[in-house]
């Protein structure tokens, strides 16, 4: 290793594996690890994990990071953590796990969601905590476990969220920050703090929630006993951290206003920061607190982008995986090769990417994946193809949606699987007719942390000097305007389509 470096510490617990990933002050990545752990599924639509697997993973990924480049525990100055939202952990008085974590996969609590309908104004939820009323978010689970038992609620001592879990075995401080606060539905995005009349409403005592602050600030040291599991020094300061989401859209290096990052993978969500808390009251979208301080953001799903594409693989991508194996290649991009042969619009073929139903804008459970105008004319690479630009409307889709809340947005970062394929990229910047930037850093969650640990730790001195001095571009896309003009046309009729579509899925 460089003499005198020193290095900060993103820990990324996602839903199927806790990530370590050590960085240098500029941004340079120096080593990594990752473990994964199961989802537990007891009964259909269950979905819990272990905690205690959580920090095994996180133990396990810092030893290891830390050991592959014989990395000396005073070259580091901090450390944060960011994490899956929603997950809800009862914690006791003595520390104990009471329950497994009910995680945001999970869609037991239809029962006390529509309860909370019936309890609260949604206009008033929106208002107040920027999200709608809706099983996902934190609340219905702590409902479910207070109905469902009674000795585990009453003996909860707190509910800790994923993040707050690992910060609590590493420092032993029970809190959270205000991006995964704003995902439990009781939270003021406003005020910054519980939103008591909610709380009360629901019977959830405020007592029984961590205390919020901001993500960027110093919220314990490593102890003694995280230290001897870890590796890590006794001692070193441990940051707030927050949200995988936020983290992401931070770590790519999008902070202000009039930009958006896009996080891609089986889905794509949409993280455009706000200066000030401007929630959806038609619940299109979410309005959360962003890990920047003193920012907001808006967050807006699509359900199957990239697993659209992976679906048509494993079902009809028999030939390229196979060809892969042999070769060493990326089936992916030995599908999308026969894309590169056909003509804009896929001669006709469009492709509607509902296979998990339709995300806002379009909020509709029954929808289904729809491939249009089928006809003998068409091979493999046009219904690629199709799935491609089915996606990339939706991109613009959604952008044309940001912009009616009052955010135009001019360029477009893009982060996460979809972003390997020039193609695809490529043809994303022609039909949203936005420049499309590309970072460098492979493991944007993770990032985020880390700037979030060098912003708490003085390494940085603000927000924008720690992007220019990590964040990278590896590659802008410009779009063709002669192709932009060809797809706004075709998106013109492809919206058509889909509004007759879309009644045939009451009948179905």
């Known amino acids: 290793m460089e003499a005198g470096a020193t290095f900060i510490l993103g820990v990324d617990l996602g839903t199927s594996a806790c990530k370590t990933v050590v960085f240098t002050l500029d941004g340079r990545r120096v080593a990594s690890a990752s473990r994964e752990y199961p989802v537990i599924q007891p009964q259909p639509r269950w979905a819990e994990q272990n905690p205690l697997e959580w920090w095994r993973a996180a133990v396990e990924t810092?030893?290891?990071?830390?050991?592959?480049?014989?990395?000396?525990?005073?070259?580091?100055?901090?450390?944060?953590?960011?994490?899956?939202?929603?997950?809800?952990?009862?914690?006791?008085?003595?520390?104990?796990?009471?329950?497994?974590?009910?995680?945001?996969?999970?869609?037991?609590?239809?029962?006390?969601?529509?309860?909370?309908?019936?309890?609260?104004?949604?206009?008033?939820?929106?208002?107040t905590t920027g999200v709608g009323i809706n099983p996902?978010?934190?609340?219905?689970?702590?409902?479910?476990?207070?109905?469902?038992?009674?000795?585990?609620?009453?003996?909860?001592?707190?509910?800790?969220?994923?993040?707050?879990?690992?910060?609590?075995?590493?420092?032993?401080?029970?809190?959270?920050?205000?991006?995964?606060?704003?995902?439990?539905?009781?939270?003021?995005?406003?005020?910054?703090?519980?939103?008591?009349?909610?709380?009360?409403?629901?019977?959830?005592?405020?007592?029984?929630?961590?205390?919020?602050?901001?993500?960027?600030?110093?919220?314990?040291?490593?102890?003694?006993?995280?230290?001897?599991e870890t590796s890590l020094p006794r001692g070193l300061p441990v940051v707030n951290g927050g949200g995988d989401r936020p983290c992401e859209c931070l770590g790519a290096g999008v902070i202000k206003e009039g930009a958006v990052n896009i996080g891609t993978g089986t889905g794509?969500?949409?993280?455009?920061?706000?200066?000030?808390?401007?929630?959806?009251?038609?619940?299109?979208?979410?309005?959360?607190?962003?890990?920047?301080?003193?920012?907001?953001?808006?967050?807006?799903?699509?359900?199957?982008?990239?697993?659209?594409?992976?679906?048509?693989k494993n079902v009809f991508g028999e030939r390229e995986s196979k060809e892969a194996e042999e070769t060493g290649g990326d089936p992916y991009d030995l599908i999308?090769?026969?894309?590169?042969?056909?003509?804009?619009?896929?001669?006709?073929?469009?492709?509607?990417?509902?296979?998990?139903?339709?995300?806002?804008?379009?909020?509709?459970?029954?929808?289904?994946?729809?491939?249009?105008?089928?006809?003998?004319?068409?091979?493999?690479?046009?219904?690629?193809?199709?799935?491609?630009e089915g996606v990339a409307f939706h991109y613009l889709t959604v952008l044309e949606l940001l912009?009616?809340?009052?955010?135009?947005?001019?360029?477009?970062?893009?982060?996460?699987?979809e972003t390997r394929s020039d193609f695809w990229n490529q043809l994303k910047a022609d039909v949203t007719g936005r420049r499309i930037r590309i970072p460098e850093v492979e493991d944007a969650a993770a990032m985020g942390a880390a700037i979030l640990a060098g912003i708490g730790t003085g390494q940085y001195t603000s927000v924008q000097k720690a992007v220019e001095s990590t964040v990278r571009t590896r590659r802008v896309y410009v779009p063709n305007a002669e192709n932009h003009s060809a797809y706004l046309k075709l998106y013109e009729k492809y919206e058509a389509i889909y509004a007759l579509i879309s009644k045939a899925y009451d009948v179905y």
């Open 62 to 127: 810092i030893r290891e990071s830390l050991a592959k480049r014989r990395i000396e525990g005073s070259r580091i100055v901090g450390l944060a953590v960011d994490s899956q939202r929603e997950a809800v952990v009862p914690v006791g008085a003595n520390g104990e796990v009471l329950y497994n974590s009910i995680i945001w996969l999970d869609r037991r609590t239809e029962e006390q969601t529509e309860r909370m309908r019936s309890l609260l104004d949604e206009s008033m939820v929106l208002r």
């Open 136 to 228: 996902v978010f934190s609340a219905s689970k702590i409902l479910w476990l207070k109905e469902n038992f009674p000795n585990i609620f009453s003996k909860t001592k707190v509910f800790l969220f994923a993040k707050d879990f690992i910060i609590y075995k590493l420092t032993g401080e029970k809190i959270t920050d205000y991006s995964m606060a704003s995902r439990t539905m009781l939270f003021d995005i406003r005020r910054r703090k519980w939103a008591e009349e909610i709380c009360s409403t629901l019977g959830i005592p405020v007592d029984k929630l961590p205390p919020p602050c901001e993500s960027s600030i110093i919220v314990g040291e490593v102890s003694s006993n995280a230290s001897v």
């Open 268 to 312: 794509s969500t949409f993280e455009a920061p706000l200066s000030r808390p401007n929630p959806d009251l038609r619940g299109r979208v979410n309005c959360c607190c962003h890990v920047i301080p003193g920012a907001w953001e808006y967050e807006a799903s699509i359900s199957t982008t990239g697993g659209a594409l992976r679906w048509f």
């Open 336 to 388: 999308i090769r026969g894309a590169l042969e056909t003509n804009l619009g896929a001669d006709g073929l469009l492709f509607y990417p509902y296979l998990a139903g339709a995300f806002p804008p379009r909020v509709d459970g029954k929808a289904r994946a729809v491939f249009f105008g089928i006809n003998l004319s068409h091979s493999k690479g046009h219904f690629v193809r199709a799935i491609l």
């Open 403 to 417: 912009r009616e809340l009052g955010l135009e947005i001019a360029e477009v970062s893009m982060v996460g699987g």
